[in-house]
């Protein structure tokens, strides 16, 4: 994770207790200049449909400017979860929990076919993307008879932004809902669904129409954050490249061939954690509020079937912080207290939007997709001569991130080797280390093999992940059988890298893109990280030596980026002979076997004499443009009804002697907080900065869901308060 003091002392004590008490050229058609409209395709094999209902004709003929027409369709979804009480996903702060909403979270779908082949990528406002999300998600989709003609978890790459401000408890694997007290299904249920939702919109919305590609530079919009371990990097290397962070941005263009622009995808690599681990509204953070500009440009309506799409995806943001200049990440989400924050968002946005308007090349080629599953904890890695290990979290992964969110009690330095002081010879330190050594040894042999140990070269392992069970037969801590995917979109390569990705390792997977599929037309690579499921970092070996905190959280050992980037050649080798590859062992289910520990809503009250939606505090009468408005309801806990593609609250305005909706809970300017009062009473705050608003007359509409205790049953409530003037 990736600020990540996931081991601070409570996990540790938590790992204690839990064993203690358990122990570019395009192929065209030389027919009638159509082709079938056919789906999905991993094996180059020949379309294997022969529904005749699933044909429909698109024109092979390229555009006048000489690229592909193409089947597109854009979709977006709601997927915000559980506002109130439940443990927020990205800084591993196990206090960090949600009360509230600053911008709502979505699922931003993307699918795209040449006729013969299709593929779907989809960008979540998302900490991390969690495998037992891609599985489900695909099951949903296998079950759909009409989507499983096309897609399925071979062409469907699902990739997180990484916002650190969304409700976590989706993962399934031990690791990683540790500091949130367990799996929650609602808030997985709601992420699957989201993502499930978005691909059937994409889908339903599919036209031909072509797909323009624009890349430009963005400075100072991050910077470095492990650079002794970048340095550790060759120089001839490091002398190729003007900065120690990637700083392009590669942006898609989607326009129908009627002139309908229908949607914008880009990929820059930044952490979306402007916003520090005391913040308790949920939010997209900078990549969030800038699809939100974006797609504010150009209308769209977050209630419709069919609309303008604008994701901002993630790339190889591993080592990039948005927080350099700015300092450690502060917690308000406004752009007055938060100057990260603002920068990260307007620089994105802002060269998006010059991209966009500028981009004039068209994607031209073919559409096609690979995909497999390995076992990285016997991959053979032919470059190094060994196989890659078991996962292990290093010691410096204690440490946290200095300019996102140190740990408050770190255990190990950054740079702790099994050859430092910090690990053999400081007496507290080796204490602990002997301590967990022994605990994990005890219940995990292995743990204390020497091979194992050997494996991890540099690295000492502090928590065996891969080799480690909280039940003889349950999962592991963390997942160890990894998806591989490479998509490809005309003369475009995508790269689905399961981990946060460091610089120069995004540079490496690009470059063997680029090279591999060269011989079919491929001049442009970008890295999806944080695809598919979550395996922590991806350092170069060279970073890896250093073990800084993303070398500790490289799981698989110091070959891990060799060993990747050995599968990513096989995937494009297969793409180019029209081959298929082995799917791969089947990664297990292991959403059956989780426990849950956060808090439930038992039932909700209000003071005697008061209504649900009751007003507390009413707003002044009237407000200068660009005053906060504030107002204050009883209400009930929000989790009662994640009001899914809804809102909270509504900002009304008279217009024409009728009030309508002028905002919800998904604009920044807006914010919705949620506070226990007593034992089951909800104060319900509502915020709104009118910097943004029109003249006129507004009212504050709030909208919620109440549990009986008598009954369980859930109702909704409303509440409005006095109009009030904004002049």
């Not at 094996?43 to 000489?66: F, H, K, M, Q, R």
């Not at 991050?222 to 001839?236: H, L, T, W």
């Not at 080796?430 to 022994?438: D, E, P, Q, V």
């Not at 070269?457 to 928590?463: D, G, M, Q, Y």
Request: aromatic share 10%; charged share 20%; net charge negative.
């Amino acid at each position: 994770m990736s600020n990540h003091s996931i081991i601070h002392s409570k996990i540790l004590l938590l790992l204690v207790c839990v064993f203690l008490f358990t122990v570019p050229g395009c192929d065209q058609d030389s027919g009638n200049g159509m082709l079938p409209l056919l789906g999905i395709g991993d094996s180059g094999d020949n379309n294997p449909y022969n529904d005749e209902a699933s044909v429909i004709s698109l024109p092979t003929n390229p555009t006048s400017t000489g690229g592909s027409v193409y089947l597109i369709g854009t979709g977006i979804y709601d997927i915000t979860g559980p506002a109130g009480e439940l443990g927020m996903m990205g800084f591993a702060v196990s206090d960090q929990k949600t009360a509230g909403i600053h911008i709502r979270l979505r699922s931003r779908a993307f699918v795209v076919g040449d006729g013969i082949r299709r593929i779907v990528f989809v960008s979540a406002d998302l900490g991390m993307l969690f495998q037992m999300v891609k599985v489900k998600v695909s099951e949903k989709i296998a079950q759909n008879a009409d989507l499983s003609r096309f897609y399925n978890e071979k062409n469907i790459l699902l990739s997180a932004t990484h916002t650190h401000n969304g409700p976590g408890g989706y993962s399934g694997y031990f690791l990683y809902d540790a500091t949130i007290n367990g799996f929650v299904k609602q808030n997985f249920n709601a992420i699957v669904d989201g993502i499930y939702q978005s691909i059937v919109r994409a889908h339903n919305n599919v036209a031909p129409g072509k797909i323009l590609v624009s890349e430009g530079t963005i400075d100072g919009c991050g910077g470095n954050r492990a650079v002794e371990a970048y340095e550790n990097n060759p120089a001839a290397e490091r002398a190729l490249y003007d900065s120690n962070t990637d700083k392009t941005m590669t942006l898609l263009k989607f326009v129908t061939l009627e002139g309908e622009e229908i949607g914008m995808l880009n990929w820059y690599a930044v952490h979306p954690d402007s916003i520090g681990p005391e913040n308790r509204l949920i939010s997209g953070d900078n990549k969030g509020w800038a699809s939100f500009l974006f797609e504010k440009d150009k209308g769209t309506n977050y209630f419709a079937a069919r609309t303008f799409v604008a994701a901002f995806a993630q790339s190889s943001a591993g080592d990039v912080t948005p927080n350099i200049g700015f300092g450690q990440a502060p917690p308000d989400v406004t752009f007055a207290n938060n100057k990260s924050l603002e920068n990260a968002v307007l620089k994105q946005y802002t060269r998006a939007k010059e991209l966009y308007e500028g981009a004039a090349r068209e994607l031209s080629g073919s559409v096609d997709s690979r995909h497999e599953w390995v076992d990285m904890r016997t991959l053979y890695v032919e470059e190094a001569g060994c196989t890659t290990c078991a996962a292990g979290m290093g010691a410096s992964f204690s440490a946290g991130s200095p300019y996102d969110n140190p740990s408050p009690s770190p255990l190990f330095p950054n740079g702790t080797t099994v050859d430092s002081l910090d690990w053999s010879d400081n007496a507290g330190s080796a204490f602990l280390s002997t301590f967990l050594g022994g605990v994990f040894a005890f219940a995990w042999p292995a743990t204390n093999d020497a091979a194992y140990k050997e494996c991890q070269a540099e690295k000492p392992v502090l928590i065996p992940t891969g080799i480690a069970h909280l039940n003889i037969n349950g999962p592991t801590m963390t997942p160890q059988i990894i998806p591989f995917q490479v998509l490809k979109i005309g003369n475009m390569a995508i790269a689905a890298v399961p981990t946060e990705v460091t610089t120069m390792s995004g540079r490496r997977i690009k470059k063997t893109l680029i090279n591999e599929l060269a011989a079919d037309g491929v001049d442009c690579a970008v890295v999806a990280a944080l695809s598919n499921t979550y395996a922590s970092y991806m350092a170069t070996r060279e970073e890896y030596a250093k073990q800084w905190y993303e070398g500790a959280a490289t799981q698989f050992g110091p070959n891990q980026l060799t060993a990747f980037r050995q599968e990513y050649t096989k995937l494009c080798r297969a793409i180019v002979n029209g081959t298929g590859v082995p799917a791969g062992p089947t990664p297990e289910d292991v959403t059956g076997q989780t426990v849950d520990f956060t808090a439930k809503v038992w039932f909700d009250d209000k003071p005697l004499g008061k209504s649900f939606g009751s007003v507390i505090t009413q707003p002044s009468s009237s407000y200068a443009k660009g005053s906060l408005v504030s107002v204050q309801f009883w209400g009930a806990h929000p989790n009662n009804n994640l009001r899914t593609q809804d809102s909270f609250l509504v900002v009304e305005k008279l217009v024409d002697g009728k009030y309508v909706p002028a905002t919800y809970d998904w604009d920044p300017d807006t914010t919705y907080r949620w506070e226990r009062n007593s034992i089951a009473y909800s104060k319900i705050t509502i915020t709104w900065n009118t910097l943004n608003a029109q003249p006129g007359t507004y009212r504050i509409r709030h909208k919620g869901n109440w549990k009986s205790g008598w009954t369980g049953k859930i109702s909704p409530y409303e509440g409005v308060t006095k109009s009030f003037k904004v002049k």
